[in-house]
């Protein structure tokens, strides 16, 4: 796992919290209207499921983790092979990224019956498959790569992945709402003792 984003090689010997992290997806809805709108819709519908179903003997599994496995995934393959598994955009929200398309993507799965949403008693929203993934849709290698990222983070909280992606360089460099670009997977994620105004110059340069 040495080498890969979202090795947590660094944190070793963090406390894990235990706070109570709220509904995530504040993302603005988009309408998902061309043809290669729907391919990422597609793909992230079926990317989740598959997450979900590695996912089911994990007590602790909402929103939040699946929205941090999807993007480490998507972020690694990226910066592995140059491009991502499901193509989606993620914009920096308060616990994190977030993948636009994410909430049409659940609701599309519930009207189908291929998935509920159950809220626990920490009021976190787990998506349940009804049916398996359609994993025809993604490379053996890619699936591999959400495999890998799921056991880096199975036994982690979601408040624990919260915080670490707050320390990826593209959450640091965007601003909230605003669209965390895919070639930050190329920046080191040690910390950066910028100055506001140099912030803001790599951010105008990131939107360039």
Same mark, same amino acid.
């Given at each position: 796992?040495?080498?890969?984003?979202?090795?947590?090689?660094?944190?070793?010997?963090?406390?894990?919290?235990?706070?109570?992290?709220?509904?995530?997806?504040?993302?603005?809805? #988009?309408?998902?209207?061309?043809?290669?709108?729907?391919? %990422?819709?597609? &793909?992230?519908? $079926? +990317?989740? *499921?598959?997450? !979900?179903?590695?996912?089911?003997?994990?007590?602790?599994?909402?929103?939040?983790?699946?929205?941090?496995?999807?993007?480490?995934?998507?972020?690694?393959?990226?910066?592995?092979?140059?491009?991502?598994?499901?193509?989606?955009?993620?914009?920096?929200?308060?616990?994190?990224?977030?993948?636009?398309?994410?909430?049409?993507?659940?609701?599309?799965?519930?009207?189908?019956?291929?998935?509920?949403?159950?809220?626990?008693?920490?009021?976190?929203? #787990?998506?349940?498959?009804?049916?398996?993934?359609?994993? %025809?849709?993604? &490379?053996?290698? $890619? +699936?591999? *790569?959400?495999? !890998?990222?799921?056991?880096?983070?199975?036994?982690?909280?979601?408040?624990?992945?919260?915080?670490?992606?707050?320390?990826?360089?593209?959450?640091?460099?965007?601003?909230?709402?605003?669209?965390?670009?895919?070639?930050?997977?190329?920046?080191?994620?040690?910390?950066?003792?910028?100055?506001?105004?140099?912030?803001?110059?790599?951010?105008?340069?990131?939107?360039?």
């Amino acid at each position: 796992m040495g080498g890969m984003i979202f090795s947590c090689a660094h944190c070793v010997g963090t406390k894990e919290g235990e706070q109570i992290i709220p509904e995530e997806g504040a993302a603005v809805p #988009r309408v998902m209207t061309t043809k290669a709108d729907k391919k %990422k819709l597609l &793909k992230l519908k $079926e +990317l989740s *499921l598959y997450i !979900a179903e590695q996912c089911r003997d994990i007590a602790r599994f909402g929103n939040v983790k699946l929205n941090k496995i999807l993007y480490y995934a998507d972020f690694e393959a990226y910066r592995v092979w140059g491009e991502p598994i499901t193509g989606a955009t993620y914009q920096r929200d308060t616990y994190g990224p977030v993948p636009l398309g994410m909430r049409a993507a659940r609701e599309e799965l519930q009207r189908e019956r291929a998935a509920i949403v159950l809220a626990d008693e920490r009021r976190q929203k #787990r998506l349940v498959p009804l049916r398996p993934a359609v994993t %025809k849709h993604f &490379k053996p290698e $890619e +699936l591999a *790569l959400v495999k !890998a990222v799921v056991e880096e983070f199975r036994h982690r909280t979601a408040g624990y992945l919260s915080r670490e992606s707050h320390k990826r360089a593209g959450w640091r460099l965007a601003k909230p709402g605003e669209e965390i670009p895919y070639y930050t997977a190329f920046i080191p994620d040690v910390p950066l003792k910028l100055t506001e105004g140099e912030l803001e110059w790599a951010r105008q340069m990131a939107r360039a």
